[in-house]
């Protein structure tokens, strides 16, 4: 049987009373790459959280510092045979489309904004966490094992994803100007480089089938390496695309679709559409998630 | 309409750590 973007790895718990592994607290990051692990393989590569943390160059954790970054869990899974591919900040518009496209995410997240929830696995835990974030929406928190009443136990629920999104956005990152947030809108984290076939595509539609509802005529380029547009004149909040520094896209349409589905459409300066550049929100689709992912590949 | 990202630095940000949830759990067996 072929296996698609719908396969399920095991839900691995952290928690050591469960794992059996003495520093499972600690290592919230080796679980849900764990997972990753199973996922990118079909279940063919399936290590525990405790094996991927001893793949670490990390193995007994820091005491200052017990917690793993991604990309040491990322050099470990190449260890472990499975190549994934660690951001450190990717737009939430590209991760929504890659997991369309059946990539899965081990998404780093501020447990702050998880912990009041009904979603909690530790309501006494605030800080950085890592998740499996598969395409189905179906979150997997390495804390959430039940383990006692008014913990959440996992069970194949898709989370909210504007849950999902804030969580991320709250990661507390280090910039040269001292620790944030990574921001509303961005996640760090790592997706599987290989993965199984999506379940479904969505096509975008005809552009004769679309019906442009508003449009903004500015020009944007993008800067950085990270593909952030930023406009003429200057706007207060950049615009997450990805696409190579300098792109430039002369006009941003909202438009909808006979199925109710919501599109935003950037054009080139020559008038050209990429469809790539196409993203979605509509039916199963939240709103607010209408971030287009994809190279533009005709800029003159 | 539509939910913008953040304004941003435009210096991307290193890997973070995790923390270390659990802190108030029982002392589990080996």
């Not at chain 1, 469960?18 to 997972?35: D, M």
């Not at chain 1, 094996?51 to 991604?70: F, K, M, W």
């Not at chain 1, 998404?107 to 499996?132: A, E, K, M």
Request: charged share 15%; aromatic share 10%.
């Amino acid at each position: 049987m072929a296996c698609t973007s719908a396969f399920t790895p095991a839900f691995l718990a952290q928690n050591p009373a469960i794992s059996g592994y003495v520093y499972g607290w600690s290592s919230c990051a080796a679980f849900a790459g764990a997972e990753a692990a199973s996922y990118s393989s079909c279940g063919a590569i399936h290590p525990s959280g405790e094996q991927v943390r001893n793949a670490t160059n990390e193995p007994i954790p820091n005491p200052l510092s017990p917690g793993l970054t991604i990309t040491q869990v990322t050099d470990a899974l190449a260890k472990l045979g499975v190549t994934v591919t660690p951001f450190n900040r990717m737009g939430w518009s590209e991760i929504t489309a890659m997991r369309g496209a059946g990539h899965g995410f081990s998404l780093c997240v501020r447990y702050s904004v998880i912990r009041p929830t009904r979603f909690t696995g530790d309501p006494n835990f605030y800080g950085n966490h890592q998740l499996w974030y598969p395409p189905s929406g179906a979150t997997m928190d390495p804390l959430a094992d039940g383990r006692r009443a008014g913990i959440y136990r996992y069970h194949g629920e898709v989370y909210p994803d504007d849950l999902m999104e804030r969580a991320a956005g709250a990661f507390l990152v280090n910039y040269s100007s001292g620790p944030g947030p990574i921001g509303f809108g961005y996640a760090q984290g790592f997706y599987t480089t290989s993965h199984p076939a999506p379940v479904a595509v969505i096509e975008p539609p005809q552009e004769s089938a679309v019906r442009v509802t508003d449009t903004v005529h500015q020009q944007w380029t993008a800067v950085g390496t990270n593909g952030v547009l930023r406009t003429t004149p200057a706007r207060s909040a950049p615009i997450a695309y990805r696409m190579p520094a300098g792109s430039v896209v002369t006009s941003i349409a909202e438009a909808e679709d006979p199925a109710g589905n919501h599109w935003r459409l950037l054009t080139h300066p020559d008038g050209t559409r990429n469809p790539a550049w196409l993203l979605h929100y509509g039916p199963g689709i939240p709103r607010g998630h209408d971030w287009a992912a994809g190279p533009i590949t005709s800029v003159p | 309409m539509t939910t913008e990202p953040d304004d941003v630095p435009e210096e991307e940000p290193e890997p973070a750590k995790t923390d270390v949830p659990g802190q108030n759990e029982p002392e589990e067996a080996e």
